[in-house]
């Protein structure tokens, strides 16, 4: 693995300060390329119950699409219609939007496929910068871009003839659960919003968990991305951050090890043509700051009426963000929680993920 270094030891140290709290709530960091930790190579773990993030249906088909957001640039998806699709009729349609850093076939195509199964026309897709959606650097991090891929998702499916226009929702998994939110405050065609294992990336970014992150520590992290923006105006590497190093480290985290195995192992693993391993799921150093400026659960009361659903598991590690927008949203909101769930069981484990509390959020929502 290609590892840039920082120009001074001095500046290296302060990174690893900043980073080692409060980033490692996106997963297990990194120092610019680097493991902070040894490596080992562990047995695969087992496959939990349930586990099923490549589901395909016999009740669904899928075709890949392309449509362009209003800066012009290609999102890619994936469009899930019922096999039994009246043509004649136009339906209801969801949106879905996969983890931060992953891409439409991690958790995002399994959810689609679900909803198309329940009779909604369904479409997954890869936030800009991600899996096969244009943007350049790869892997940058651009809140408001990816809010804007949601409305332009809603661009794409009104102008679909078997797509009732009124009836258009989304659902946010992890850290899409507060873009789609940013995206529904100022797109009032988004009719309906529910997030899973949702990330508030801005929190998480100014804050760590459990707000365990100082503002020294912050500082430290927006001066190392600030130095790392020189050096690749002068020409030099681009360095990746956060995300999920390839191989755990010697004494992992609960929290390393749950990212690690989905997205390390054959449970989750997958890679776009051209995208090197240990780049997956690791935004640039000097994009991720662009989360620190970023706040959506401002003002979000006023999606209401427009009803939202926050589903966290009752154990995961995330779920004060699910928490926290629930008691900022208005009426109508339900935050329901998933007995013995973690924030990655509810990304794949098709045993445990509540279908039928979607199902219903969304056939009252959007009932014609």
Known sequence: M???RMKTTAGRREFVKAAGTGMAALGVLSVLGAPIFATAAPALPAMPDGADNFYKSGKVTVQPVRFRNQYQMTVAGNLFLPAQLDPARRHAAIIVGHPMGAVKEQSANLYATRMAEQGFVALSLDLSFWGESEGQPRNAVSPDIYA???????????????????????????GSG??????????????????????????????????????????AYIAAAARQRQVEFAGGATAYTS??????????????REFHDFYRTPRGAYLPAGQLPERATRPTLSSNVKFMNFYPFIDIETISPRPLLFITGDQAHSKEFSEDAYRRAAEPKELHYVAGAGHVDLY?????????????????????
């Open 2 to 4: 290609k590892t840039t």
């Open 348 to 368: 794949d484990r098709v045993t445990l993920i509540p279908w039928d509390k979607l199902a219903s959020f969304f056939q009252r929502a959007l009932a014609a």
């Open 148 to 174: 804007e891929d949601f409305s332009a998702a809603v661009d794409f499916l009104g102008a679909q003839a078997v797509v009732d226009s009124e009836r258009i929702a989304a659902i946010g998994i992890c």
């Open 178 to 219: 507060s873009f789609v939110i940013s995206a529904a405050k100022i797109d009032p065609r988004i009719k309906a919003v529910a997030t899973v294992s949702m990330y508030d990336m801005g929190s998480a970014s100014r804050h760590g968990l459990r707000r365990t992150q100082t503002l020294a520590q912050r500082q």
């Open 243 to 256: 995300g999920t190093l390839p191989e755990l480290s010697a004494n992992p985290s609960a929290i390393e």
